[in-house]
């Protein structure tokens, strides 16, 4: 039975997340998901999609299966649930194949709700077998626009969603912030949908006032943003390097600034997280790996000192500012820099299929990975040693490795946790003669064995908080004991590590077997060159409405102007310009300074603003500046 069953969505939403109504669309989506239906749910940035899957999954017997390329989202989402009282789990790149199978065994065979999966897991034989002993309700897509060969996130380890169907009676709820109407076309037919539910909520944002500037003094531009606008803001740059610089930059002119970037720990990035959403940090500065998940209501201004790619990564990151309804901006910041640094990525984005070919080979050469061998592989990976060896250029080698994801040949992990793990080398009577000399060292052990499986066959992932908490330690304190107790050989002691992570996805291919899709290769060409276009297009357009071109690429055709965009207050003071021109020559040399309210109403009220009183205003103004006589009445 599922844990809510005889319950209704919205009591469930109220017991378990204190909502007492649902946010637009949600209940929509629930209700689809409850009915059995296939459902695409098209949601902005902020809109809770979260609630849509785990409301209806607590609602019937079984786990859901969550499928997202997200593994900090997944980490957060996981610890989220359980801190509410529902048991959750993940399995994801970092985790060992021991670490794996308990992990499956406990979804398969005990009372957990919800599975969380990053895609590459999807194909291995160990899930496979897994999931057809699984009670599954629902098969979740996070990120769906990632399994559409138009998005522009593809990933080929997204296809295997539809093999599983195949495997499970599950009906989908698959989710997405961005989506072009060919992309949410794609996303229902890759997915198998049985009949094609579509429920997507208005991308408008009222509140959000969308503002491009080319300046060429991007730094003061900021610096007169950051010191103009109150509250809490966010900035996107395209290099770790510059995070770290323009946050100095800030601190030095007296602002409350720090930087976010994969490379950091993950107890570093997460003290950081935490700080902002407090406000004890105001700005961060940032590449696109901070803000997934996070829902910090507050956000006064999301600024974008380098422009992205495409309008889908650009409408995801500015999204993330005002969701509390009050006036947000998100501001562009470009010069001509920028377009020939996209002209430049166009061109090397995708390398020679030759080159892709050769990267290919040099990646497992570096691992002496023989041919026919290496399948479900995990190698911790850096990049820029990788390039050191071969002599390569960082950016050509790494859009190869990004071809070589699209094309099902391996998953790079650029922020990947490897938790700490214990192994105990003695057996249980060696361990009960030996004679510590601190007490602390018998509590750890005994801690470890009554609350850890399998310590004594294979490495076992460990909290360290728990752990910590329980024997009365800080987190480095019990890291010194864990390495004392290896010193002694009592244990097999591998610390927690923050990598980048390549995985494997089959066994070393020959030349002549090596597929690389030409047709394929064209096609995301041709992709990625139109949605950089049309982000270009976007910063360089100055007659139309921010939103509508954005609203109008996502689908939402003929929208209103939105009034608040650099562009549309551009249009309103040069209309209120020419207004006040035309009325002071009506009045000083048509009428020749005689003229009734009736005069000017007749002539020019078709012509004012949607308030029906504007000449008035506008006629008062002139006479009080002394620049039409009064009226005659």
Same mark, same amino acid.
């Given at each position: 039975m599922g844990i809510c069953e005889n319950m209704a969505p919205l009591e469930v939403l109220s017991e378990y997340w204190g909502y007492d109504s649902f946010r637009p669309c949600q209940e929509d989506i629930v209700n689809a998901a409850l009915d059995g239906r296939d459902v695409l749910a098209i949601l902005p940035t902020g809109g809770g999609k979260s609630v849509c899957f785990q409301v209806p999954a607590l609602m019937r017997e079984g786990v859901a299966i969550v499928v997202t390329p997200l593994i900090a989202l997944m980490k957060d989402q996981v610890q989220n649930l359980n801190d509410r009282g529902i048991k959750a789990l993940c399995v994801n790149a970092g985790m060992g194949r021991r670490e794996v199978e308990l992990t499956l065994n406990n979804a398969a065979y005990g009372d957990f709700k919800f599975l969380y999966v990053s895609p590459e897991r999807l194909a291995t034989r160990v899930f496979q077998n897994y999931i057809q002993e699984m009670k599954v309700n629902f098969i979740v897509v996070d990120e769906a626009h990632c399994i559409s060969q138009w998005g522009y996130d593809f990933r080929p380890d997204y296809l295997q969603i539809g093999k599983i169907r195949d495997m499970v009676d599950a009906p989908v709820i698959a989710l997405t912030a961005t989506a072009t109407p060919q992309v949410a076309e794609d996303i229902m037919e890759k997915l198998c949908f049985q009949e094609k539910t579509l429920i997507k909520s208005g991308f408008e944002r009222p509140n959000l006032s969308y503002i491009v500037r080319k300046v060429e003094d991007k730094s003061g531009q900021l610096l007169n943003i950051c010191s103009s606008v109150p509250g809490t803001g966010v900035v996107y740059v395209r290099s770790r390097k510059k995070t770290e610089e323009l946050s100095a930059f800030l601190r030095a002119q007296g602002h409350s600034a720090s930087f976010y970037h994969a490379g950091l720990g993950s107890d570093s990035r997460a003290d950081r997280q935490e700080k902002w959403k407090k406000g004890e940090i105001r700005i961060m500065v940032c590449t696109n790996a901070f803000g997934m998940g996070i829902d910090k209501p507050d956000v006064r201004f999301v600024v974008h000192f380098d422009v992205p790619d495409s309008p889908e990564a650009y409408f995801q990151e500015a999204g993330r500012?005002?969701?509390?309804?009050?006036?947000?901006?998100?501001?562009?910041?470009?010069?001509?820099?920028?377009?020939?640094?996209?002209?430049?990525?166009?061109?090397?984005?995708? &390398?020679?299929?030759?080159y892709i070919e050769d990267i290919y080979h040099k990646v497992h050469s570096a691992y002496e990975i023989p041919y026919d061998t290496g399948a479900g592989r995990q190698l911790k990976f850096n990049l820029e040693e990788f390039c050191k060896k071969y002599g390569l250029q960082r950016s050509s080698a790494y859009y190869a490795l990004t071809y070589l994801e699209r094309t099902d040949h391996l998953t790079l992990f650029e922020d990947v946790d490897i938790s700490t793990k214990v192994q105990i080398r003695l057996d249980r009577n060696e361990l009960y003669d030996i004679e510590f000399q601190d007490p602390k060292m018998i509590l750890l052990l005994e801690t470890l064995m009554r609350k850890y499986t399998g310590l004594f066959s294979f490495p076992v992932p460990i909290d360290e908080d728990y752990i910590a908490g329980?024997?009365?330690?800080?987190? &480095?304190?019990?890291?010194?004991?864990?390495?004392?107790?290896?010193?002694?050989?009592?244990?097999?002691?591998?610390?927690?590590?923050?990598?980048?992570?390549?995985?494997?996805?089959?066994?070393?291919?020959?030349?002549?077997?090596?597929?690389?899709? &030409?047709?394929?290769?064209?096609?995301?060409?041709?992709?990625?060159?139109?949605?950089?276009?049309?982000?270009?297009?976007?910063?360089?357009?100055?007659?139309?409405?921010?939103?509508?071109?954005?609203?109008?690429?996502?689908?939402?055709?003929?929208?209103?102007?939105?009034?608040?965009?650099?562009?549309?207050?551009?249009?309103?003071?040069?209309?209120?310009?020419?207004?006040?021109?035309?009325?002071?020559?009506?009045?000083?040399?048509?009428?020749?300074?005689?003229?009734?309210?009736?005069?000017?109403?007749?002539?020019?009220?078709?012509?004012?603003?949607?308030?029906?009183?504007?000449?008035?205003?506008?006629?008062?103004?002139?006479?009080?500046?002394?620049?039409?006589?009064?009226?005659?009445?």
């Amino acid at each position: 039975m599922g844990i809510c069953e005889n319950m209704a969505p919205l009591e469930v939403l109220s017991e378990y997340w204190g909502y007492d109504s649902f946010r637009p669309c949600q209940e929509d989506i629930v209700n689809a998901a409850l009915d059995g239906r296939d459902v695409l749910a098209i949601l902005p940035t902020g809109g809770g999609k979260s609630v849509c899957f785990q409301v209806p999954a607590l609602m019937r017997e079984g786990v859901a299966i969550v499928v997202t390329p997200l593994i900090a989202l997944m980490k957060d989402q996981v610890q989220n649930l359980n801190d509410r009282g529902i048991k959750a789990l993940c399995v994801n790149a970092g985790m060992g194949r021991r670490e794996v199978e308990l992990t499956l065994n406990n979804a398969a065979y005990g009372d957990f709700k919800f599975l969380y999966v990053s895609p590459e897991r999807l194909a291995t034989r160990v899930f496979q077998n897994y999931i057809q002993e699984m009670k599954v309700n629902f098969i979740v897509v996070d990120e769906a626009h990632c399994i559409s060969q138009w998005g522009y996130d593809f990933r080929p380890d997204y296809l295997q969603i539809g093999k599983i169907r195949d495997m499970v009676d599950a009906p989908v709820i698959a989710l997405t912030a961005t989506a072009t109407p060919q992309v949410a076309e794609d996303i229902m037919e890759k997915l198998c949908f049985q009949e094609k539910t579509l429920i997507k909520s208005g991308f408008e944002r009222p509140n959000l006032s969308y503002i491009v500037r080319k300046v060429e003094d991007k730094s003061g531009q900021l610096l007169n943003i950051c010191s103009s606008v109150p509250g809490t803001g966010v900035v996107y740059v395209r290099s770790r390097k510059k995070t770290e610089e323009l946050s100095a930059f800030l601190r030095a002119q007296g602002h409350s600034a720090s930087f976010y970037h994969a490379g950091l720990g993950s107890d570093s990035r997460a003290d950081r997280q935490e700080k902002w959403k407090k406000g004890e940090i105001r700005i961060m500065v940032c590449t696109n790996a901070f803000g997934m998940g996070i829902d910090k209501p507050d956000v006064r201004f999301v600024v974008h000192f380098d422009v992205p790619d495409s309008p889908e990564a650009y409408f995801q990151e500015a999204g993330r500012g005002g969701r509390d309804g009050k006036r947000s901006f998100a501001v562009m910041l470009w010069n001509s820099t920028d377009i020939k640094r996209m002209k430049q990525i166009a061109t090397v984005s995708f &390398p020679s299929l030759e080159y892709i070919e050769d990267i290919y080979h040099k990646v497992h050469s570096a691992y002496e990975i023989p041919y026919d061998t290496g399948a479900g592989r995990q190698l911790k990976f850096n990049l820029e040693e990788f390039c050191k060896k071969y002599g390569l250029q960082r950016s050509s080698a790494y859009y190869a490795l990004t071809y070589l994801e699209r094309t099902d040949h391996l998953t790079l992990f650029e922020d990947v946790d490897i938790s700490t793990k214990v192994q105990i080398r003695l057996d249980r009577n060696e361990l009960y003669d030996i004679e510590f000399q601190d007490p602390k060292m018998i509590l750890l052990l005994e801690t470890l064995m009554r609350k850890y499986t399998g310590l004594f066959s294979f490495p076992v992932p460990i909290d360290e908080d728990y752990i910590a908490g329980r024997i009365g330690v800080t987190v &480095p304190m019990l890291r010194q004991l864990l390495y004392n107790l290896a010193l002694e050989h009592v244990i097999k002691y591998i610390p927690s590590d923050h990598a980048t992570v390549l995985f494997l996805h089959h066994d070393r291919l020959r030349p002549k077997n090596i597929n690389l899709d &030409p047709e394929r290769y064209e096609m995301l060409k041709a992709a990625s060159n139109t949605r950089m276009q049309k982000m270009m297009d976007y910063i360089t357009e100055e007659d139309v409405c921010r939103s509508s071109y954005l609203l109008d690429y996502f689908g939402q055709k003929e929208s209103a102007d939105c009034g608040t965009c650099d562009v549309c207050r551009s249009s309103k003071k040069s209309s209120d310009s020419t207004l006040k021109e035309s009325v002071i020559k009506f009045v000083n040399e048509e009428m020749s300074g005689s003229y009734t309210l009736e005069d000017v109403a007749r002539r020019f009220g078709s012509q004012t603003s949607s308030d029906s009183d504007a000449y008035i205003h506008l006629l008062r103004r002139l006479i009080d500046e002394g620049t039409i006589p009064a009226s005659c009445s």
